[in-house]
């Protein structure tokens, strides 16, 4: 799948929100089942088969936009981007693999904004064309800029997806709480 964009898994921010909400760790350590948030986000990508690339906190910034960039930064060979938020862990591999493909396939688009019931998700996907714009991103805002310049040259698909796991991240005890339901309604898990 070489020809599909490279997957970005957003894992550098300091998950305050979640430590705040009562969080005894970070987010991305957090458990639902048998793993947590972070390795369940790893583990849907690796299942996806599409070439992925964890932006750590070593390497990203302190806000979305400075790990978005380090993350194009270091796959910078890609053929374009997913970005995805570490932060969502139930995003099934098929989502992935949509809105990588609506990206591969792209004539008449240059960023796949995935939906779910009308709401906005990730993975998002920016074609190759983008990577000037996407280096620049800094602070907290994340690509949020370039989504906008691109819907108003009309090159945005909205790509509606049955999947609940593109809307469902984790950023306080409540999130975890909902997500982890989620989860055991996918896989029959108890609760005990």
């Known amino acids: 799948m070489s020809s599909l964009p490279m997957l970005l898994i957003l894992a550098a921010g ?23 948030v972070l390795e369940h ?5 690796e299942e996806s088969g599409l070439q992925w690339h964890v932006v750590n906190t070593g390497e990203g910034g302190p806000g979305m936009g400075d790990s978005i960039a380090a993350g194009v930064r270091a796959t910078a060979s890609g053929n374009g981007w997913l ?17 990588a493909s609506a990206l591969a396939l792209a004539t008449d688009h240059d960023v796949v904004v995935p939906r779910f019931h009308g709401m906005q998700g990730h993975p998002v996907g920016f074609v ?26 009309h090159r945005v698909l909205d790509l509606e997806l049955d999947d609940e796991g593109i ?26």
């Open 128 to 153: 190759q064309g983008l990577r000037e714009q996407l280096l620049a991103l800094s602070g907290d805002k994340g690509a949020s800029s370039v989504v906008r310049a691109a819907r108003e040259r």
């Open 167 to 192: 809307v469902t991240d984790v950023d306080t005890v409540d999130d975890l709480r909902h997500a982890e339901a989620l989860w055991r309604s996918r896989t029959g898990a108890s609760s005990g």
């Open 83 to 99: 970005v995805i938020p570490g932060d969502l862990p139930l995003v099934r591999p098929r989502s992935l693999v949509r809105v």
């Open 41 to 45: 986000a790893i583990r849907n990508a």
């Open 14 to 36: 300091s998950g305050s929100r979640f430590l705040a909400s009562g969080g005894a760790s970070h987010k991305l350590a957090a458990r639902i089942g048998d793993a947590s």
